[in-house]
């Protein structure tokens, strides 16, 4: 890290800052709609970097059929593989994502240490992904999450379009929030809303994070956007503003769907990584390792990427005395 | 704009929110640094359609040497194009940026309507940008501002590299203050930061535009991002959030330079003014004629351009009804 830019703007490292934390997920989200399938080798050294890079939690694919999503059709391999003693070059939590009963059985036998399953606010999204209402979807939900915790795994449960669908357009925040109590009601409180459609706004992110918050202050809030409409690191400024610890985002802002017209990558990991070692928070993090990550994937499906610290590069240290007289 | 999304979140417009100001510099600052110098009545049709669109401040170009700078080389003749009666098809302002005595003597003959003109506060920067000091420079932007303001033109005074230097690092919040003392002082009350390198944070934003309103309630904040580091929009919103009035973007985010590795468009405009109706504000702009500029203006520079909502296209309403439920 010798040359690079102390990122601090101010010099200091605010220690009274609660910690964020970083939770990777563009092995899954990110790869999971690329066109080409990546072979498990790849896949297995880029996870080795993401964890060397000293993020918290990295997911690595989700149990879904592998007829569906031939993309990740190795998730169970790749826990078996990260399973193993001395595999993890440092400590960090592996997660999966189970959308039914079958891929949670299957998570349970691999190594799966925290558990991602959600709900969907929108009807018809629910019944385009699960057949079942969201209703339904929710008994179903609760009933894996009481299993998993029951087996003595984390788990982490979300509300999928959380700020708005793609078919119905908005989702009223009441419905996301009786969801969300719910999963308190059941001492589930490590809670995500993922933007799915990109559709959320600064304002949105705060009231809703703020209602979960007020409904129980030790929710622990977990936000995962997409950048749809350009606005996904505003939506996560906004996270970080009223409180939310977990960060769900994808390095070189994986998550494009390649099929349509519509870019919709994650929140990128590297770009919030900058900023938040520019703030202070998370110098522990090897902003380098994340880069050199996006870029080789970049290169590896020849395409330029979303992200902007991988093709820019992070800022770096011009003049040290300029800051030094910074104090 | 039948079809189109109800973009306001929660169905209202509020009224009480202070106007937001768009000052679209995309013809000067995204297309100073194409390759390609554009015609002059390919231009002359892009601000046509930009003026259509509804935006409050359209920036024609700068004047600046034709030898040095050859895709402004029109800058005069736009101008005097857009000066005769009936040439602009709505009330709007034209602005142009002036660099020195002799720029502003050319702006006064050909029409310029409001004076851009600005003062680094990096002192590498400034001497790279003009061979002079910021001491040096900012007593002659001061006695240029005096002489336009004299002849009864609008005057936008600015602080380039406000946030940081590519060549300093950090820029002291204290050399950004004393420049912005300045202008109040001369009664210069419009006053720009500008990131010209991209080293902008949210927090920094928030502090600084707000010790430039505690200096002086009366001031009238503008601001101008550059995506360097992925941080324009989040940037945008915070100079929303602290009661900046003046968003200086680019449609399509143009600006990234060609000739380097560092992508640095502006602030997009209509991903910027696509966040802004969806707060309810501004939904007087023809958001579709921005996107179909940027779209227009990608296919003649043969490339994908920064911004997002030029490509997915903006939201839209795919069941009114849903919305309609909310009332």
Redesign the interface.
């Known amino acids: 890290m010798v040359g690079y830019?102390?990122l601090c703007?101010d010099?200091k490292t605010n220690e009274a800052i609660m910690e964020t934390i970083i939770h990777e997920v563009g092995m899954r989200d990110g790869l999971q709609v690329e066109k080409a399938v990546v072979p498990t080798d790849q896949k297995i050294r880029w996870i080795e970097a993401l964890i060397l890079s000293g993020v918290d939690i990295v997911q690595l694919g989700s149990f879904v059929h592998p007829g569906k999503v031939p993309q990740m059709a190795d998730t169970d391999q790749l826990f078996a593989h990260f399973s193993q003693p001395g595999r993890k070059a440092r400590p960090v939590t592996l997660s999966g994502l189970v959308l039914n009963e079958k891929g949670l059985e299957r998570g349970m036998t691999c190594g799966v240490e925290q558990f991602c399953m959600g709900v969907s606010a929108s009807d018809t999204h629910s019944r385009k992904n699960t057949g079942m209402s969201t209703p339904e979807a929710t008994e179903r939900i609760m009933a894996m999450a009481h299993n998993a915790v029951a087996a003595g795994k984390a788990v982490q449960v979300s509300v999928q379009s959380a700020f708005?669908c793609?078919?119905?357009?908005?989702v009223?925040e009441e419905k996301v929030l009786e969801i969300v109590r719910r999963y308190l009601d059941a001492g589930l409180r490590t809670i995500s809303l993922a933007d799915t459609a990109g559709?959320a706004?600064?304002?949105?992110v705060e009231r809703l994070f703020g209602s979960i918050l007020e409904l129980d202050p030790r929710a622990e809030c977990a936000c995962h956007f997409h950048?749809?409409?350009?606005?996904a690191?505003?939506n996560?400024?906004?996270a970080l503003r009223c409180g939310v610890k977990y960060f769900e985002a994808a390095f070189a802002g994986l998550g494009g769907c390649p099929f349509t017209?519509?870019?919709?990558g994650n929140l990128?990991t590297e770009?919030f990584v900058?900023?938040l070692q520019?703030?202070g928070r998370r110098r522990d993090i090897q902003l380098d390792k994340l880069v050199a990550t996006a870029s080789e994937t970049g290169q590896f499906l020849r395409r330029t990427l979303p992200?902007?610290?991988h093709?820019?590069?992070?800022?770096r240290?011009?003049?040290?005395e300029?800051?030094a007289?910074?104090g």
Chains 1, 2 share one sequence.
């Open positions: 830019y102390n703007i010099g708005g793609g078919y119905e357009g908005v009223p559709h706004i600064p304002d949105q950048d749809t409409y350009g606005l690191m505003a996560a400024c906004a017209a519509v870019a919709a990128c770009d900058h900023l520019r703030m992200g902007t610290v093709r820019t590069g992070p800022m240290d011009v003049r040290p300029a800051q007289a910074q």
